[in-house]
């Protein structure tokens, strides 16, 4: 594991409560009963814990509400490229170590999986109006990507630009269109495979701009995939997961005791950290 760390951003936690959670279930909280917030604060006032309800996770812990909260992380490669993967996450809180508790032993909070739609840091309030894939876009604007076998004789056909992703150019489509727009945009792709292309060959997806989609958005171009947006009138920031590192180091999830723990520690300048460590992938010899 590497020991230098990279600055991944920083998050506001202005309800005093800090959630790091699985981006993919955040605003399914409500379905099961009482908001995040809530049982986020209960938790948060006994020093932070473990939340889970059905296939919703998160850690909770106090944070300072008043100014802007660092995270960082190193990383190690990924079996499956080799590429710089996250290894240790670490969230200042903006709190002093208390005074008589040991600085050597973390306090284990619990252990979260890596969730493949990817993890969010953030207040525990804001998370409250977070909108997943379903949701609808507070702003009604959507974007359109297409790809595959046809693609080129699409764009020859219906243009757009060239959407880059990850280091590397992505699909053809357009951005920020209106809701409307960006839907007939779709028809149109589609219609054009039917009748060219037999309905095969192209794939056409619309990504309404709901805060899922606008947080993997902003990580397009960092290379630990960290993206910060807003969300509930605080900072957020979330994580995306590369497909085939997750599967081969993280598939499963919890069903197959892919858990990590969560740690407050004191850093060495006596402030409390949350770590979630990641150990280095271990091939399975069997």
């Known amino acids: 594991m590497s ?35 809530v049982r986020a604060e209960e938790a948060a006032a006994s020093g932070g814990g473990h939340l889970r309800d059905g296939w919703c996770e998160a850690v909770v812990v ?33 709190l002093p170590w208390p005074g008589n508790a ?28 977070w909108t997943g894939d379903e949701g609808e876009p507070a702003d009604g604007l959507a974007d359109v990507s297409y790809w595959g076998l046809h693609e080129d004789a699409a764009y020859a056909r219906f243009g757009g630009e060239r959407i880059a992703q990850y280091g590397v150019e992505g699909p053809h489509g357009w951005l920020d269109l209106p809701l409307a727009e960006a839907t007939a945009h779709a028809a149109e792709l589609t219609a ?6 037999h309905g095969r060959g192209l794939v056409v997806a619309v990504d309404k701009h709901t805060d899922h989609h606008r947080s993997r958005r902003a990580g397009r171009h960092h290379p630990l995939r960290a993206g910060a947006i807003e ?44 770590r979630w460590t990641i150990p280095p992938y271990e091939p399975d010899d069997a």
């Not at 032993?105 to 109006?129: H, N, Q, S």
């Not at 054009?192 to 292309?197: E, I, N, P, V, Y």
């Open 3 to 37: 020991e230098n760390f990279v600055d991944l951003g920083k998050v506001t936690a202005p309800s005093g409560v800090l959630v790091l959670g699985m981006a993919g279930w955040i605003d399914q909280w409500p379905e099961l009963g009482r908001p995040l917030s």
């Open 62 to 94: 106090p944070a300072a509400a008043d100014r802007p909260l660092p995270v960082r992380a190193t990383t190690s490669p990924s079996p499956f490229d080799e590429e710089p993967t996250i290894a240790t996450l670490e969230m200042g809180l903006g």
């Open 102 to 129: 040991n600085r050597t032993a973390p306090v284990r909070l619990g252990d979260l999986p890596v969730d493949r739609c990817g993890m969010v840091i953030g207040d525990a309030v804001g998370l409250d109006t």
């Open 192 to 197: 054009w495979c039917d009748r060219h292309c």
């Open 231 to 274: 969300v509930g009138g605080s900072q957020v920031l979330a994580i995306e997961w590369d497909p085939g590192d997750h599967s081969i180091r993280h598939r499963g999830e919890r069903q197959a005791g892919q858990v990590y723990p969560v740690t407050l520690e004191a850093d060495d300048s006596g402030q409390t950290v949350l």
